[in-house]
Every structure is written in structure tokens, then in C-alpha cells.
């Protein structure tokens, strides 16, 4: 019996279903190298992908399991994915034959347990859940990598799933895998193996997590991301600037939430943080704020006359951080540069005129040591200037246009 490494049998079984479907489909039809579609490179054995995987691993994966001849023939393969990769798959057919035993070795022994790595390390506190639980999410990786902190919406249910797992609210879980149907509107499989995901997942909590299986049934359904981004794109540019990031990410209690309720508020809606159709409604019909011209036009110095706290905190972070370079606080984009090489110059010419003095090795190591040092706390100063003058444009900006 093969190791099973901590996640339950049904977890197992699920993943090779879903992959494979059966020993006898394996048999039939897999035994050679396929081309799964979307961005998969070319696929042997149970769902072993060789286009998203590095030669080194490969090799070290499948030497000794299969004739040389098949492993120097796929190694070819490694990086190679997408439509590049069918055409590959096809002329492979020929060369390489794997036998099921073969398959299944290499799945649990080596695909198990380095996706159950990349599992623990993009999503931590997994090991806490039931073994159907932690299974699922093995299931979810096997297919979509260690996504967790991808940006954009097309990541954000992996994102959740990382921050249910963080703060125990298991019982969100299973509504963002089933949301992840959203990703692929034409391929049936996957759709159906988020819902056996999803299924599986609640059958954990009931057996090992009872009070996120007893919350289930008042869980809200999911607002597709997609649906997200386009609110929290929409709240920005009526300003709200208070929604944070365009992620597709509705976090409960968070930043988007609180951009909801303000503008629920304003247009008398009823004050609940969520996305529903009144509220699509109320947004599609609202309109940017009016700005007078002396506002579009306005820039970072009339802000400063007027008391804005933003421009006054920007001010005292740049003038430490030009001081800290040497520049002093208007130190001004052009001038930054200019100032960098005014700066590398200097060390140079420095450099020449001591070059002669005969000082001995000892000394040039302390010389050289705090010149490391000056450098380290110019490059730092500099750094934090450019931040804090980032801040600033981004204020001016979105106070021209009447979001602050």
C-alpha cells in the first residue's frame, strides 16, 4: 500500500479519479503522453506534467523508472507548455509507454509529497485540518500550483482559501472552490472536480470540524471575483479610495467592505457589506464627483497650503530621506538621478586620488567597510524619498479628480 502522506484515502482516490479516472482508462488511454489543454505542458503518468516541471526534478523523478531513452526523450519536453506542447505530446505517443505501476510509484512517492511541501508553505496551519480537508487543498495545488499569493482576481479563491485556513473559517472553504468554476467555463472536468472538491471538503468538516460544518448552512454565497474587481474599480473611480486594491478580493471586514457601506450610505441603501442587485444597480447609475477646474488643476504645493496631513507626512519622510542621501527634501526626480551620479563620480575620483598613499590592507578593509556602510544608508534614504514622493503624486492625483 502506497503512503498516503497524511491525507485521506478519498483525498487519494480523488485525485487519481481526477486525473486518470480509473486503472482501466489508465490502461486505455494514458499509458502514452498526453497535451490536457490550457496552459499543461506535455502529461505522463497521473497527471505528471513535464512542461511545468524543471529537467533537473524530472530526471531525478522518473530515472530508473522508465527506459533512458524515454527519459531523455521527455526531458526535451520540460518548459514546454501550452499549444507548443501538443504537437510534442503527439510525436511522444510513439516513444514512450508508462505501465501503471510505474505511474502510481512515481504519483505517491514523488508528486505527493512535494506538492504537500508547496501546500504547507503557501498555505500555512494545513496541517491542522482532517485528512479529507487537507487532501482537497492537495487536489486544488495538484491542479493549480501553490497559488496563494498570486495577484488579480483570477487568484483571489486561492488567496481566501490561504486566509480561511489562517483564521479558522473553514466553513468558507468549500463556496470559493466552487467558485473557481467561474475559471473555466468550457472544460466540464475541471468544473466537476471542484465540485467533488467541494463535496469532500465538507465531508471533512462534519467528521472533523464540527463547528465550521454546523456554520455552513449560514455561510453568504461567494461574489464571483471577477464581479469584485470590477466594484472595487468602480468605487475608486467615484471616489472611494478607501476600497484598496483591485484584487477581486472581498475580504469580510476589510478594506472593500467598508468602501460598500460608505457608498450604500450616501445612496441610501440598506447597510449591509455586500453585492447584490440593487447595489450593482445603484453603482452602474452613479457618477464621478464633479471637480471644480482650480481642483483638477490643483498641485502638491496647493494641497501644502491648504494643511493637507498627507502632503505635510509626505514632506517630513522626504526631507529624512534626502538628508539621509544628501540631497535634502526637494531634492525633485531629475535631481535624484542627477544626485546618484554626482555621487558615483565622487567615490570614484576619491578612489584615484587615495589610490597612491600606500595604506596597507588592514586600512583598506576599514575604509572599504564604512564605505559600505555610507552607501547601504544612501541607498535607503533614497528608497524611502521615492516612496514617500510616490505617495505624494498618488494623492495629488486622486485629489484632482475628486477622490480625496
Not at 505511474?103 to 508553505?121: I, Q
Not at 487568484?155 to 472553504?173: H, P, Q, T, Y
Not at 474587481?229 to 478607501?242: F, T
Not at 478594506?255 to 447595489?279: H, S, V
Amino acid at each position: 500500500m502506497f503512503d498516503l502522506h497524511a491525507i485521506s484515502q478519498a483525498a487519494f482516490d480523488l485525485i487519481v479519479e481526477s486525473e486518470v479516472s480509473s486503472r482501466e482508462v489508465y490502461e486505455h488511454r494514458y499509458r502514452h503522453p498526453e497535451w490536457p489543454g490550457e496552459q499543461s505542458g506535455v502529461t505522463i503518468g497521473i497527471g505528471y506534467d513535464v512542461g511545468q516541471t524543471s529537467r533537473a526534478q524530472f530526471i531525478a523523478d522518473w530515472t530508473g523508472k522508465i527506459p533512458d531513452a524515454m527519459v531523455k526523450a521527455l526531458a526535451k519536453t520540460c518548459g514546454v507548455t501550452g499549444v507548443p506542447a501538443r504537437a510534442l505530446a503527439q510525436k511522444l505517443r510513439a516513444v514512450v509507454d508508462i505501465p501503471w505501476d510505474v505511474a502510481e510509484d512515481v504519483f505517491s512517492n514523488h508528486d505527493v509529497p512535494r506538492y504537500m511541501a508547496m501546500l504547507r508553505h503557501g498555505c500555512p496551519g494545513v496541517d491542522e485540518l482532517a485528512p479529507d480537508c487537507k487532501g482537497v487543498l492537495l487536489s486544488v495545488v495538484f491542479n493549480r500550483g501553490a497559488s496563494f499569493s498570486n495577484a488579480g482576481p483570477r487568484f483571489a479563491e486561492m488567496r481566501d482559501i490561504r486566509s480561511c485556513v489562517k483564521s479558522g473559517n473553514l466553513e468558507r472553504i468549500p463556496g470559493l472552490i466552487r467558485s473557481m468554476k467561474r475559471l473555466w467555463p468550457d472544460s466540464r472536468g475541471l468544473r466537476d472536480r471542484r465540485d467533488a472538491e467541494a463535496a469532500l471538503f465538507e465531508r471533512g468538516l462534519e467528521t472533523a470540524h464540527p463547528q465550521a460544518f454546523a456554520a455552513l448552512a449560514s455561510v453568504p454565497d461567494h461574489v464571483d471575483p471577477d464581479t469584485v474587481a470590477h466594484v472595487q474599480q468602480k468605487l475608486r473611480e467615484l471616489g472611494y479610495p478607501q476600497v484598496g486594491a483591485v484584487d477581486g478580493n472581498l475580504t469580510p471586514h476589510g478594506k472593500t467592505e467598508d468602501a460598500i457601506l460608505a457608498f450604500r450610505n450616501k445612496n441610501g441603501l440598506p447597510l449591509t457589506p455586500t453585492i447584490d442587485d440593487d447595489f450593482l444597480t445603484a453603482l452602474a447609475k452613479a457618477t464621478p464627483p464633479q471637480v471644480s477646474e482650480e481642483r483638477a488643476n490643483a498641485s502638491a504645493s496647493d494641497l501644502r497650503e491648504q494643511g493637507s496631513d498627507t502632503i505635510s507626512f509626505t514632506d517630513k519622510v522626504k526631507g529624512w530621506g534626502g538628508r539621509l542621501f544628501g540631497g535634502g527634501t526637494g531634492l525633485g526626480v531629475t535631481g535624484a538621478l542627477g544626485l546618484v551620479t554626482e555621487k558615483a563620480t565622487a567615490i570614484s575620483s576619491a578612489k584615484e586620488a587615495v589610490g597612491g598613499l600606500g595604506i596597507s590592507e588592514t586600512g583598506w578593509v576599514v575604509i572599504g567597510a564604512a564605505v559600505v556602510v555610507l552607501v547601504v544608508l544612501a541607498a535607503a534614504g533614497l528608497a524611502v524619498w521615492f516612496v514617500a514622493d510616490k505617495i505624494e503624486r498618488r494623492h495629488v492625483d486622486d485629489y484632482r479628480a475628486g477622490r480625496a
